[in-house]
């Protein structure tokens, strides 16, 4: 990871005029896109002056993989701000075990970032002030004591890639009152995130970076136009409704469902309301399609809670019988992809 890591930032110092990364391949097989330097610029600029202090660049934390738009836009930040960046291989809980970070620090003088291997006075003397995390690298963490009491050593946290629960959600507003934590919106395609909702009490609205342009189209798919985009329209999977020119508020994926009868089931949707019915955390459970016969796809939970089968199917009597899952199937782990997003599986 760190000569990776070194290799993106020798490609940025020395001048590369355009990078290609590719999609998670979550909603479908993976895709390369790529972009220019003069996009990636205006999107590290606009995270920088979304969240942090433009004046004082902060130090950030990447536990993400660096062949993805997280854990790459991550270094081109670093880059950008000519600010320094701890590297440590992207684990399901970062925070456990720092053993294996580096220090990439900005040389102001020669403009290039050298490497430091892990010291106690060296974190304490280039202590990271952010953060980026998936859910799940959250989730893991807020489990642990030990790196849950670490959360609150970071003044930003950006959390990217798939919905909080309602839990998670109240548990950061009351835990750490001092840590702004910001839920991300953005895909590859966009180089990263360019709007972020902050979680606080009630706050429902993502709020777009500067120089973005949003509409939707007629399935309420938002859309949207920015450098990242050569300021052409791109229409994100996703269905919102646009509270203000520069707000809106996130509803459902338009293409993550499952057509069981002939009716669509939004995932997502249905396994937030499985999250609160069971009190499950979201990422120890998932939902999928399997093929049927005739309802042409059912619905089948597929979870890591040793519980009695009644005991789920009392809990999920609220559901629509259309919601209701058609089968229950005990894994010992919810497999992932290589970014931390659920691998919806319907044959694990």
Known sequence: ????????????????????????????????????????????????????????????????????????????????????????????????????????QFNPETKQFESRPLSQDLWNQYKPTTVSLTPMQLSLILNEPSSASMLSDFEVVLIGGQALSAEIEQRLITDYPNTRFIHTFGSTETASHFAGREITPDNLEYLIAPGTQIKTNQLGELQ?????????????????????????????????YINTGGVKIAIETLESQIATLTHWPLFSFYIAGKSHPVYGEQITLFTTHNQPLPQIQAALSSLNKLEQPKEIVFIPAVPTLSNGKIYRNPNP
């Open 224 to 256: 949207i136009a920015n450098p990242t985009t050569k300021q052409a329209w791109l229409t994100l999977h996703d269905r919102v409704t646009i509270t203000a020119p520069n707000r809106f508020q996130w509803i459902e994926r338009s293409n993550l």
């Open 1 to 104: 990871m760190l000569t990776e890591a070194i290799d993106i930032l020798s490609a940025w110092r020395n001048g590369e005029s355009a990078f290609t990364l590719t999609t998670s391949g979550s909603t479908g097989e993976p895709t390369p896109i790529t972009h220019s330097r003069e996009a990636l610029t205006w999107s590290a600029m606009s995270t920088l002056h979304a969240w942090y202090n433009p004046t004082k660049p902060p130090i950030q934390l990447c536990a993400l993989p660096l062949n993805k738009a997280g854990g790459f836009m991550q270094l081109i930040r670093a880059a950008v701000w000519q600010s320094s960046i701890w590297i440590t291989p992207p684990t399901s809980n970062p925070l456990s075990n720092l053993d294996a970070a580096h220090l990439l």
